[in-house]
């Protein structure tokens, strides 16, 4: 009988080893033939791996191939003496003598896109379309790169402070956010949504977990096409109990968003200075009640107020030029929005029931956040329902958790993408998400 | 202005601060009321926290209030003195000076599941039809913490390894799987998918990242009705470049899993207990080709062969069982799967193409992962597809990256679910999922 034990040692080094074990001696490494560059008696072929590019040098005669058998997009293993290189990418070249082919592209193919360009400049469309190969450019994966660090970052930091990480159904009988903006499917002879938030299940989850997040997708059947819209999208949820009011809400956020910036900085160095990345100063985030924010940039940038319940993308825009240019910060939290624009179970302000105790957070102008205090009270939350003229009976799967005893609580939801496009200041939410889903893009 | 600095210190404990603080002075804690047991004189008030329960002891005429005001669901802030008490639930009980309710339960409103009792002996019905509060059982919610953990340490030792984490789309234009078990929605007047799997683009970012990871939702329109199926469920997907063969990919994972029972060993510790869980011993794995463990049970467990292509779920058993009495062992690879059964993607063995360079993990005799290398030469690729009457043109995103140049690669896919029933030897994989979707079940 045979077993498995374990990972064997590969015989092959990645560049954190060589750069680790010294800049002497033979090596053997895999990768894909990123470039060729012949240069006559030598030619530089530059091989790409997943911490970046080695340059290999080849040599007619030393190195025991023929230059014209290799390719750029064969994969291979590569022999030879390391050198230190000032002018290569990691600072060393491997002086080749061997290569191995290990895989090859399609005979006569030829690739759509400049990928081995360090920009590729190439329309939003056409990299969209060639997706798949388009990722393989060094920036463009760096992007997803940080994405994967901000994830990182919100969970450990949730972890950190006791928060349980939950998995919740998409398929769903009823949704939460309400609206037009839902897809709808068969689900064995019964109608079925799929989720536009894990709203009800996080609120559940909280008395169970007291603090609970979830990093997932989330769907919205949303008939806009703007750069900042998905149809798809991955929601950074966290849902906490025994609040004494959504400024601890904001106060969370604001301590996951230092900790996440912090091990960007930590562990993904290579990627901020590859993308030039700027990170925000997270010592203050300032706070503005939504009606103050509104009247605040309708004095200074002399516009008119016209929508008096929400904010337009314009005003997103303006009250973050003001927080930047009054008080540094690329930050605002938004405060009290009106109850007309804010789901059924938002907890009304006491104070004044025409406005929520919720928030929006604005990133560079543009909303990355919406959270607020939840409605715990079986009565109160009944009694909303019907003011809006919705029934309860619907309900009852929610409603069990406020007849049966629910704390104070609640949470909010982040858009990733957005989060990652505003961080690297591009224009278009697509330019951040791995495959988006939108009004006409269902492939790649 | 107002700003959000950070989070504000509470004036709350939680049951791990106590421990570490010591058992003495007087303390704030809030929790669910767990339980009230009146004992005349003194009455125990349990508080359910999520860390454990704390025993709070109330005494008529020192605690500030009256007994028939509390009543279990409420959510209540207490405060009073810490004493040791060894048959307390922590080693410690609050003797009460002051309890003030924060929210109650619907007036007259009674818990429809025992769910203070340690064991609620209700039918999985039951449970399931009341899960928002069956939850907070204690036994109940443990079970999610140890699939939290199950999750975390599968991550943790995969960036360990230098895979990146990606998140693929869940609305798709094709299917991986094929077959009839899909979801189908409209999409703007498009048809589409729910993703079966995330098969194509795991190894389309295996062309950008070498090693990827993923752990998010997948969904099967399967019309089985079995303790071992659901219509929506957890993978843990992970694909690697550059192998020498799918006996790299078992490694990985027998390392994953070993890295995944030391984290819940060291940080889960709690649950274990509470659940009575026996961690598998993990210092080798059995592997067994489809062809030869067929015959090893058909021979020993006397049992006639009647489908040569695919293993009965009792020939899964049986297979468990076999190398358990003989090996010892929890867990079985079983390798080479017929080409038959195999979906198109999979590398035939070239030394006989009627099977497949693939397995499938048995744990305690049930299938969690299904696994193998992938074809990633082009011309080799569309010919498996025309050999099974495939249209290659309608996977032109797939095969682009082969078309582009792919290194040898392959990967899996866990069954989450399925890997917590058999951690716990549950025998439902309903009992380890959250909000389980089922043929009958969209809700709650």
Chains 1, 2 share one sequence.
């Not at 769907?219 to 806009?224: Q, Y």
Request: hydrophobic fraction near 40%; proline fraction near 5%; charge should be neutral.
């Amino acid at each position: 009988m045979e077993f498995i034990t374990g990972i064997k040692k590969k015989d092959t080094s990645e560049i954190s080893d060589i750069l680790v074990n010294g800049l002497s001696g033979t090596v053997k490494i895999n990768g894909f033939i990123h470039t060729i560059r012949d240069m006559g008696e030598v030619a530089f072929v530059v091989l790409r791996k997943r911490e970046g590019l080695v340059q290999c040098v080849y040599e007619e005669g030393v190195t025991g191939c023929q230059l014209k058998e290799l390719k750029e997009g064969m994969t291979v293993e590569a022999e030879g003496f390391l050198h230190e290189e000032e002018r290569a990418p990691q600072g060393f070249e491997v002086r080749l003598s061997k290569i191995t082919i290990l895989t090859s592209p399609k005979e006569g193919s030829m690739m759509p896109l400049p990928i081995s360009k360090w920009k590729m400049k190439t329309s939003l469309e056409t990299k969209l379309a060639y997706r798949p190969v388009a990722l393989r450019n060094i920036r463009e994966r760096a992007i997803f790169k940080i994405q994967e660090g901000i994830v990182r970052g919100f969970r450990d930091f949730l972890y950190s402070q006791s928060f349980t990480e939950i998995r919740t159904p998409k398929i769903v009988a009823g949704n939460a956010e309400g609206g037009a903006n839902v897809f709808k499917l068969e689900y064995f002879g019964s109608k079925a949504f799929l989720a536009q938030s894990p709203q009800f299940y996080k609120q559940t989850m909280v008395g169970v977990y007291d603090r609970v997040f979830e990093a997932a997708p989330v769907f919205r059947a949303e008939k806009h096409n703007t750069t900042r819209h998905l149809n798809e999208y991955t929601s950074l949820d966290f849902e906490m109990g025994y609040i004494s009011g959504f400024e601890d809400i904001m106060a969370m956020e604001m301590e996951m968003l230092r900790y996440v910036f912090a091990l960007l900085k930590e562990k993904y160095a290579k990627e901020l200075l590859l993308l030039e990345i700027k990170l925000p100063d997270m010592s203050k985030i300032p706070t503005v009640r939504f009606d103050e924010a509104k009247q605040l940039v309708a004095e200074k940038y002399s516009r008119k107020i016209k929508n008096p319940y929400d904010l337009e993308p314009e005003e997103e825009v303006l009250i973050g030029k003001y927080f930047k240019e009054e008080f540094g910060s690329d930050f605002v939290f938004v405060t009290h929005y009106p109850s007309k624009k804010r789901p059924f179970y938002a907890m009304d302000d006491p104070t004044d029931t025409k406005f929520t105790l919720s928030f929006d957070l604005l990133f560079k102008g543009m909303e990355i956040t919406t959270g607020g205090q939840r409605i715990h009270d079986y009565e109160a939350q009944v009694a909303k329902m019907m003011a809006r003229g919705m029934n309860p009976d619907e309900f009852t799967n929610f409603l069990m958790i406020h007849k049966h005893g629910m704390p104070p609580h609640g949470g909010l939801g982040i858009g990733l993408e957005r989060l990652t496009m505003k961080l690297l200041d591009e224009q278009n939410v697509r330019e951040t998400t791995l495959f988006p889903r939108d009004l006409s893009r269902l492939e790649p």
